[in-house]
């Protein structure tokens, strides 16, 4: 059974950051694509980024412009989100999602392609 335990969330003023993990459990981690979607309150969920099962190619939508880094441990069937420079924007629920093998096109892009999730964490940026 695939489960996802996102950990890491929390308040940060305007500029901070945080590193959220995911700890996967249950599956192949090191061979399925992994990455995080957020959904703040009213909109619609979209995706943060995405990480390949080697960890050689990472994926970012638009809005994260070189804040984020997803990056991942294979030892301990961990991935992580570093972000920086967060704004009141970035305030969202964030969560861990996973599919086996590679992260196919458009993956990230469509919020309703991974098949597994995990249950969220809270992310809140005050200015």
């Known amino acids: 059974q695939v489960q996802l335990a996102e950990s890491g969330g929390g308040s940060v003023q305007a500029g901070g950051s945080l590193r959220l993990s995911c700890s996967a459990s249950?599956?192949?981690?090191?061979?399925?694509?992994m990455g995080w979607f957020r959904q703040a309150p009213g909109k619609e969920r979209e995706g943060v980024a995405a990480?390949?099962?080697?960890?050689?190619?990472?994926y970012y939508g638009g809005f994260v412009r070189g804040r984020f880094t997803i990056s991942r441990d294979i030892s301990k069937n961990t991935v992580y989100l570093h972000m920086n420079s967060l704004k009141p924007d970035d305030t969202a629920m964030y969560y861990c999602?996973?599919?086996?093998?590679?992260?196919?096109?458009?993956?990230?892009?469509?919020?309703?392609?991974?098949?597994?999730w995990g249950q969220g964490t809270q992310v809140t940026v005050s200015s």
């Open positions: 999602a996973t599919d086996p093998g590679p992260c196919g096109g458009g993956w990230l892009e469509n919020p309703l392609s991974p098949l597994n």
């Open positions: 249950g599956f192949t981690a090191s061979g399925s694509c």
């Open positions: 990480i390949s099962p080697g960890g050689t190619m990472t």
